[in-house]
């Protein structure tokens, strides 16, 4: 069964950091990401790795703030959270997608077959 499990969200104050894991199980996959989506807002991309290369990319907004990281031995992808501001309240959900000649836009949720049940981060002012 292939499927992804997130954890580690959480309430924390202004200034403070959150660790967010997301293990994958039943599939390769070639690349990851976290998207994040608050209420009565849209899907937004937060970070993706390739699991090929080891490349990321962060979104401007959490650039210098976030980290992306991935442990290959447990298929394990992390998304490392400092300096947390209240705008960064959201769910966070864990997507991957299957290796694939074709070309997709990563910061984009189609990009993306599998998805993670979400996991909240609430962040107190």
């Known amino acids: 069964q292939v499927q992804l499990v997130e954890s580690g969200g959480g309430l924390v104050q202004a200034g403070g950091s959150l660790r967010l894991s997301c293990a994958a199980s039943?599939?390769?996959?070639?690349?990851s990401a976290w998207f994040r989506q608050a209420p009565g807002k849209e899907r937004e991309f937060v970070a993706t790795l390739s699991w090929d290369t080891g490349a990321t990319n962060l979104a401007d907004s959490v650039k210098g703030r976030f980290a992306i990281s991935r442990d290959a031995t447990q298929n394990t992808m992390h998304l490392q959270m400092n300096s947390l501001q209240p705008e960064d309240t959201a769910v966070y959900f864990c997507?991957?997608?299957?290796?694939?000649?074709?070309?997709?836009?990563?910061?984009?949720?189609?990009?993306?077959?599998?998805w993670g049940q979400g996991t909240q981060v609430t962040v107190s002012s």
């Open positions: 039943g599939r390769t996959f070639s690349r």
């Open positions: 997507a991957a997608r299957r290796p694939s000649v074709y070309y997709c836009n990563f910061n984009r949720p189609g990009c993306y077959d599998t």
